[in-house]
């Protein structure tokens, strides 16, 4: 409303008075409110007893009073003591008010409430009235002192809290080398031990194991400091840790901890979903305690040296002795043939390579020896066949030769050919780069991240063989990959010497290399060579940090090896028609992109491996018609109309040898190809990258094992030098594969399970069984490369039997 003039003044006159009423007011409430606090502390009774070790105290504790302990000991800088906390509540329904337990020493404050409530997944609470804690140790500069430390005890529950209290020394608190320990552990009694570098050991692995797979662990590695981490909640705050279940191992070096000693933690974790136990039924109320039951576990701790330097040495001189001494051997070969190729004798009449070559096998030169140039070559005869001048040109004129081969087919430029195929060559180079170093700046992430945060459940190592050497974990498992480096290179220092004297022998027209054998480029032989070393390359960058997020860089390149190994087996047969660089590196880009989709999506999942193996038959199905018909059919509309018509012209009016092959063959690969796709949707392996990598190598054995039928079916016979590599090759793959099932490690599993499979090393103390593994395969590899040139480049054929295959070509197209 409206304030006439004696209103206002009369406010003016009095509003000074209320403010300072209004004051007076909330100042007297502050001290009535500071008496009644006072007051009440002052009926609040604190207590101070002298303690001693190793005797239990049974006390009460309210709001209303606090009671406090006092301690004492004598610490020897030349002796190391543990003090340990142990306390429990009888009350019952002491959850609500728990009782607070304060120890106070001169460089660390530890407090814990009891019953203590530790959480688990989705923030489940486990109370624990059985606590034992032990006290940070802070080391002394004299060789004698006096450490005083306090118990307090207090509660807010205004109902009395019956509890038992003990103080006692651990004698075995420090670890020694090469001493097992055992000792017993739960959620709420963690243990650590202190262990100190002995003169001249540098590095140790410390080792924790039990019997008992489950309650799930942790063993923390820290430094001596205050405080030390020791609950569920806390441990992986410092230091390196891992979970376990039967074992656990971690590599310790000296230079790691300026103090030269270090704290080994072991925690029993509240749940076992870190380890892959089962999960637990879910909470109905969010604040709903959960009985934990008993969860001890008995352990036992061993510390013993590393490896030296000297073995570091070894290591390296072994792996670099193994792969040289494949380079003196071929040195030695590549002399011994060149002095046979001098002092070869010649048959009159015969050329050292026969123009039917189908690949490695020898001629019978008693076969031919009677057979002149002229006789074998019926195109000399200008009877045998019509003169058109297509017949030269064109592929789809049906060759009227009375002996075909496969050069014969080859009708191409050689020039045009060879450009074609060391395509291959270039793009697989470039590919190996721009593939190669995102996964080397993403693997050197991947370790620095385990250095940084000291998770070691990130990376699946053997951690019993693992050796590490500057900031690399696992450095052994990274050398023994040098093998598929090295021999890639040999391999490709061998096909160039090959490719050399095959130019110089067309530079000076020599008839052998202008009119005979099959024709030979070498564009997909440097693609395999390059091919073995970044498989080399990317496998080490795998196993700096292994998982199953990464195990992609380890295959990619093993699709690709299979791959173009399949590709030069065809183009043996059929130079023309092989497929380009660019299609059949978008061939395995998909592959590789369906092993990226399996690894994420496949575990379990039904319908990813439906749609995977409709597709894996489809393409089956595509690839053999591909095959059988050398790329002499079009997908398009018209495709049905044409199979009911060669259905019927080929199959049922009349059914020619082709035909039936190509019948009993297709429906080979699609009873195999269903046997895979069945086993996939029934099993699902959590592996699908192995899986798929386990069918292009069958793919490629089968094939090579039709491409061997069939030269041997020709008529040809195996070389000496072709059969020693295949021998060769095969023993060393069966040795292969045995360390590689050993399995000492898997990511199919959680990094706990995954330990429980790890082993000590088996070479020189430096190599375990996978390392052996990469030594092996890489020469496996190395030596199917070997195979695969001996097929091609030097053998001859018996000339009566050459064409049979080539006919069969000629007349199914």
Partial sequence: GRFDRQTVAHCCKFGPVLVWFRLGYVVLLWLCVTHLRCARAETKTVVQKDAEFDVTYNDTVTSDNQTIYAFNHTVSRNKTEGVRVTVDVLSEGAESSPILFVVRQKQAVLSFQVPLILRGLYQRKYPYAHVGRTLCQPPTRSLTETQYFFVDVSTLSSLGTHYQLRISRVDSFTLHTDKKFSFTASPSQPQYFKYVFPDGVDTVIVKVNSEMTFPCSVMSIQDIQCPVYDLDNNVAFIGMYQTMTKTAAITVQRKDFPSNSFYVVVVVKTEDEACGGPLRFYPLRPDELIDAGNRSKTLDVVVSPAISSDVYVMGMLFCLGIFLSFYLLTFLVACVENKRSVDRPTVPGVNPVSPYEYGSFERSLESVAGRSRQESLSSIEEDDYDTLADIDSDKNIVRTKKYLCVSDLARKDKRVLSKKYQIYFWNIATIGVFYALPVIQLVI????VVNVTGNQ???????????????????????????????GLLFLLIVLQRDVIH??????????????????HFGLFYAMGTALMMEGLLSACYHVCPNYTNFQFDTSFMYMIAGLCVLKLYQKRHPDINASAYTAYACLAAVIFFSVLGVVFGKGNMVFWIVFSVLHILATMLLSTQLYYMGRWRLDSGILRRIVYVIYTDCIRQCSGPIR??????????????SRAAYGLLKTPNDFASYLLAIAICNLLLYFAFYIIMKLRSGERIQCMAMVCILFTAVVW???LFFFFQGLSTWQKTP??????????IVLSFFDDHDIWHFLSSIA??????????????????EDKA???????????
């Fill in 445 to 448: 992430t991947y370790q620095t």
């Fill in 457 to 487: 459940d990130i990376c699946y190592y053997n951690f019993l063989c693992a050796h590490p050497l500057g900031n690399l974990s696992a450095f052994n498992n990274i050398l023994s990959n040098l093998g598929y480096v090295m021999l």
């Fill in 503 to 520: 130019s110089r022998a067309l530079d000076r027209n020599d008839l052998n290399a202008l009119e005979c054998g099959i024709p030979k």
């Fill in 661 to 674: 092959q190509l019948i009993t063959d297709i429906h080979s690969v699609v009873v195999f190809g269903l």
């Fill in 734 to 736: 069966g040795f292969a």
């Fill in 752 to 761: 706990a399970e995954s330990r429980e499979h790890n082993r000590d090393c």
């Fill in 781 to 798: 590899m190395f030596g199917s490369f070997l195979v695969s040139v001996c097929l091609v480049c030097a053998c001859t054929v018996d």
């Fill in 803 to 813: 064409g049979d295959h080539s006919v069969m070509l000629i007349e199914f197209k």
